[in-house]
């Protein structure tokens, strides 16, 4: 984060408490007098000293104009206009008189009506500016690492386990309950890919939970017992999962549980509440779908619940 000042002939005593601000939060700034003669007369001036203004320009993330109303628009000084408006940096302007020409006001930022008031703004929104700073500069690391930041990115990363370049993800401000092109939570692409650290990591920072996919409508836990993974499962559960989802054809997930005949996750899912009288569209349950074939140890299992 590098802010810049920009002073006007009149408002030059302003900086010192916008000064003090920078320096309690441990940020880089520098100051320009845009009434300056190597301001207003850049092209005149030494070549050193005009790539030391324009380097200086090009370092900003953050600028803040004060005392501007009777600025010439210099060669230099809309070139920086055009640059920060172009590069979306944020310009925050205080008036010396209250107003500004309308070739200010209009492109460049949002006028304050003194620096008190722009201080309390900064203070807090400060919070605000960090973390984007953060997520622009992790944008420029996944950028270098050839890493494109997309959905589908993601969940590639997701499936492969990595969990250092998952993260740089949601540092770059990704969300973590996001979905594939497929519609496929990334919650559920951990689970399907049987990478527990990975489940473990999206759980922990508050991916939904219960997120189901378009391809089945299952939820990362129905992908568990589907992939017959108890590990997952149990995470899944102990925080929180719903075990009485539906999937998109019909069967709920204690009939899923009972075909896929994981002894381990049905206890767990019965256990926790899940439902075996719930149907499927062919009006079987759970319960049904254990008498059918015979699954004794099921049977004495979903007995006992039921007595």
Same mark, same amino acid.
């Given at each position: 984060?590098?802010?810049?000042? &920009? ?14 601000? &920078?320096?309690?939060?441990? #940020? ?65 302007? #205080? ?23 722009? *201080? ?5 929104? &400060? ?14 690391? *996944? ?12 969940? %590639? ?10 993260? *740089? ?32 990591? *999206? ?24 992939? %017959? %993974? ?5 995470l899944l559960v102990n925080a929180g999962a719903d075990i009485n989802t539906v999937a998109k054809d019909g069967q709920p997930l204690m009939v899923i549980a009972t075909g896929i005949c994981n002894i381990k996750i049905c206890k767990l899912l019965f256990k926790n509440g899940?439902?075996?009288? #719930? ?29």
């Amino acid at each position: 984060m590098n802010w810049l000042l &920009f002073t006007g002939k009149e408002d030059a005593g302003e900086t010192e408490s916008l000064v003090a601000f &920078f320096k309690s939060k441990k #940020v880089p700034y520098g100051i320009i007098g845009a009434d300056a003669e190597d301001f207003l007369h850049a092209h005149k001036a030494e070549k050193d000293d005009t790539k030391k203004l324009y380097a200086q320009l090009h370092r900003t993330t953050h600028c803040i104009c004060t005392g501007m109303d009777d600025i010439p628009p210099s060669p230099l000084f809309l070139y920086a206009a055009g640059l920060f408006s172009g590069k979306r940096i944020p310009v925050f302007l #205080v008036p010396s008189k209250g107003t500004l020409p309308d070739r200010i006001a209009d492109s460049l930022g949002k006028t304050f009506a003194d620096v008190p008031t722009l *201080l309390k703004s900064l203070k807090k929104n &400060f919070p605000e500016y960090i973390k984007q700073e953060v997520q622009n500069s992790i944008k420029k690391k *996944l950028f270098n690492l050839g890493v494109p930041l997309t959905p589908d990115s993601f969940s %590639n990363y997701i499936a492969r386990g990595d969990l250092d370049i998952s993260k *740089l993800f949601v540092k770059a401000g990704m969300d973590a309950s996001i979905c594939d092109s497929a519609g496929t939570p990334m919650l559920c692409i951990a689970t399907r890919s049987n990478k527990l650290p990975l489940v473990s990591w *999206l759980v922990k920072i508050g991916a939904d939970i219960n997120a189901a996919s378009e391809d089945r409508g299952y939820t990362a836990l129905m992908d568990a017992v589907w992939k %017959n %993974n108890y590990e997952i499962a149990e995470l899944l559960v102990n925080a929180g999962a719903d075990i009485n989802t539906v999937a998109k054809d019909g069967q709920p997930l204690m009939v899923i549980a009972t075909g896929i005949c994981n002894i381990k996750i049905c206890k767990l899912l019965f256990k926790n509440g899940g439902d075996i009288t #719930v149907k499927d569209r062919m009006g079987m349950s759970a319960f049904d779908y254990a008498k059918l074939f015979k699954k004794q140890v099921l049977i004495d299992l979903f007995k006992a619940k039921c007595r």
